[in-house]
C-alpha cells in the first residue's frame, strides 16, 4: 500500500528510516539532516544534524544499532549515535578521497558501511577498538568513473556497486578483523579485500547507461539493476544468466 507523506516545498534528495518507521532523516539539497518523528498521525521535526560543510548526498539508518550514516560532497562522512540525553552525536570518518562522497549504505551486520565517491573508488569503513575510531579502506580498480549506487550482499561481505561508466560490479569487502570467514556463493569462492567478483557492461550485457541502483536478491544469488535508458536487468551467475526489461 503506498503512502504519502508531506515534508515542506523544498526538494528531498536524500533520506533513510529508522527501523519501524516511525521517524525519518531528510535533507534537502544542504549541508543539514532533519529528523522528523510520526507523532499523533503528523510528523514533526524534533533534531537537526548539522556536521557537514557541503550538500549531503546520502544517508542511511542502521535498523538494530539505531547509528545514522550521512555523506556530502565536502568528502567526510559522519556516524551519528544517541548519547543518554537523547541527543545525535556526531563521529567523523575519514574517508581519503579528493571528490564528493555519493552514496552510502550500512552492512546487514551494521559492522561497516560502504561510500561511493566521485573519486572512483568505494571507501569501506569500519571501527577500529583498538584506536576507538572510523577507518577506512580503499576499492579502486577497475572502477572508471563516479559510483552512483551500492547494495550489501546477505553475508556482510560482498558489495554490489553501480557507477556512470556504465558497468555494474560485485567486489568483496572481507576484512579478516571484523568478518568471518564467508561461504562459496554463485559469485565466487575467494574473497579477498577488493577482488572483483564480477563486471556487467551494461551497454552490451543488458541495461544501458548509468547505473541509478542497485540490489541483491534476498538469497544473494541474483543481482538487479536499474540504469539511466529506463531499462530494469536482473543477473543470475548460478545459472549463467542475464535478463533485461526494456524501458516500455
Known amino acids: 500500500m503506498t503512502e504519502k507523506h508531506s515534508f515542506g516545498n523544498e526538494p528531498i534528495t536524500c533520506h533513510a528510516f ?9 535533507s ?5 539532516v532533519h529528523i522528523y518523528a510520526l507523532k499523533g498521525g503528523a510528523w514533526e521535526k524534533v533534531y537537526e544534524l548539522n556536521e557537514h560543510a557541503s550538500r549531503v548526498t546520502s544517508i542511511d ?37 579528493n ?7 550500512w552492512s546487514p551486520d551494521e559492522n561497516k558501511f560502504a561510500v561511493g565517491s566521485g573519486a572512483r573508488l568505494i571507501s569501506v569503513c569500519y571501527f577500529e577498538e583498538q584506536n576507538d575510531w572510523w577507518v577506512s579502506k580503499h576499492i579502486k580498480k577497475p572502477i572508471r568513473s563516479t559510483v552512483t549506487c551500492l547494495a550489501w550482499h546477505p553475508n556482510n561481505v560482498l558489495l554490489a556497486a553501480g557507477s556512470s561508466d556504465f558497468k555494474c ?19 565466487g569462492t575467494k ?7 564480477l563486471e556487467l557492461n551494461t551497454s552490451n550485457d543488458c541495461g544501458g547507461g548509468w547505473v541509478h541502483g542497485v540490489s541483491f536478491s534476498p538469497s544473494g544469488n541474483k543481482l538487479a539493476w536499474v540504469a539511466h ?14 535478463r533485461r526489461k526494456p524501458a516500455s
Not at 559522519?78 to 567523523?92: C, I, M, N
Not at 529506463?230 to 542475464?242: G, H, T
Open 18 to 26: 529508522n527501523r519501524d518507521r516511525t521517524q525519518v532523516a531528510i
Open 28 to 32: 534537502s539539497s544542504s549541508n543539514q
Open 61 to 97: 539508518w542502521a535498523a538494530q544499532s539505531n547509528r545514522i550514516v550521512t555523506c556530502a560532497a565536502d568528502r567526510n562522512a559522519y556516524v551519528w549515535q544517541r548519547d543518554s540525553a537523547g541527543d545525535w552525536k556526531p563521529t567523523l570518518v575519514i574517508l581519503r578521497i
Open 99 to 105: 571528490r564528493a562522497a555519493t552514496c552510502v549504505a
Open 169 to 187: 560490479r560485485v567486489f568483496s569487502t572481507y576484512i579478516k578483523d571484523i568478518d568471518k570467514k564467508p561461504d562459496a556463493t554463485p559469485w
Open 191 to 197: 574473497m579477498p579485500f577488493a577482488e572483483l567478483m
Open 229 to 242: 535508458d529506463s531499462s530494469i536487468s536482473v543477473a543470475d551467475p548460478a545459472n549463467n544468466r542475464k
